[in-house]
């Protein structure tokens, strides 16, 4: 009989739904400069108007984060590993790459000042305490300011992993279950800080459930405890409206529905394009938004928002943004994951 502790089999897929999650992002970001006034060529206004919702990709990012932190508690419970193993994992995993990329934001604005005409003080971070939150990211328990953008949802998870490594000291997988789906039912009301990043809490879980849906499944076993909650936390998005909650419950169950043709669709073409964008993710959640606002920013000087050429500087913001990233992958987050894996090997 297979163990409770048995990780289920990688979901080829999730790579796709990364590059998904990572492309609406950078969608969202591609039309930031423009005023909701503004107008723009008439057949690239429905683009325009889809990329407002991009920002639900941080959405999906949190459910697949949940998804994968679910497996690393799965095995970590198998192999018996300390909580300060998890913890490392995960920061080794994060910490590198982001202060790579917020070095990276920093050298941008210094070089790019004297052509937007700003005091170079405007580069850098805003004092000490905007330093301590953007070289720690514990923006959310001292309510720190943020230099660059997307460092929130870092952020975010590295509250997260607090949660889950805790978790990691409760006796059984049924019992980390229960004690999250507490979490979720307490912290669905906003919270203040320092407990702001647990008003993101039921899109990370709900991947977590999803995780624990499919494991259970493979395994033989009735998901109802795992599916219960998911339920729940949909019922409550839905009477209270949220969006995101609503989204993140139902891509969680979209990856439960999808598990059993998981291996079919990652050989499809289109899903293999999207992995390959998924790959390296991260590192265009790091490094898009600098490039992008730097290029739009000057394609803004001259070319009008509503000429037809506006589009043309915009494909060529977006292929510079994506290069950037890759080239950012290549040569920061590789080597920082051979770095990551040799020290947990030691």
Not at 133 to 151: A, E, K, N, Q
Not at 243 to 257: N, Q
Request: aromatic share 14%; proline share 7%.
């Amino acid at each position: 009989m297979t163990s409770v502790h048995t990780p289920s089999p990688r979901y080829r897929t999730l790579d796709a739904w990364r590059g998904i999650a990572a492309l609406a992002v950078v969608l969202f970001h591609s039309f930031g400069r423009l005023a909701a006034n503004e107008q723009v060529t008439a057949w690239f206004e429905p683009l325009r108007r889809v990329s407002q919702y991009g920002w639900l990709g941080v959405t999906l990012f949190f459910v697949i984060s949940g998804y994968c932190i679910a497996d690393q508690l799965e095995r970590m419970t198998a192999r018996g590993g300390p909580v300060s193993r998890f913890w490392l994992n995960r920061l080794l995993r994060i910490y590198p790459p982001y202060l790579a990329a917020l070095a990276f934001a920093i050298a941008l604005n210094v070089v790019t000042t004297p052509f937007n005409h700003l005091p170079l003080a405007l580069a850098f971070p805003s004092g000490a305490k905007a330093w301590l939150g953007d070289l720690t990211l514990l923006h959310f328990p001292f309510d720190l300011p943020i230099h660059l953008t997307v460092s929130w949802s870092l952020a975010v998870e590295v509250g997260f992993y607090l949660v889950c490594g805790l978790g990691l000291l409760l006796p059984s997988r049924y019992f980390r279950i229960l004690g999250f789906s507490l979490a979720a039912g307490v912290f669905l009301p906003p919270l203040p800080q320092p407990l702001g990043f647990l008003n993101f809490w039921p899109h990370f879980f709900s991947g977590m459930l999803a995780y624990w849906a499919i494991l259970q499944h493979r395994n033989g076993r009735r998901a109802w405890a795992t599916i219960a909650p998911l339920v729940l936390i949909g019922l409550v998005a839905l009477l209270q409206a949220k969006l995101t909650d609503i989204v993140a419950v139902a891509f969680a169950g979209g990856i439960v529905a999808l598990a059993p043709y998981d291996a079919s669709l990652a050989g499809r073409k289109p899903v293999k394009w999207l992995a390959a964008a998924g790959v390296f993710s991260y590192s265009i959640y790091l490094i898009h938004l600098p490039v992008l606002s730097k290029v739009t920013n000057f394609l803004a000087r001259f070319v009008r928002p509503d000429s037809p050429f506006y589009p043309l500087g915009w494909c060529a913001a977006i292929v510079l943004a994506l290069g950037a990233s890759w080239c950012f992958h290549k040569l920061v987050e590789l080597p920082s994951e051979r770095w990551r894996h040799k020290m947990l090997k030691a």
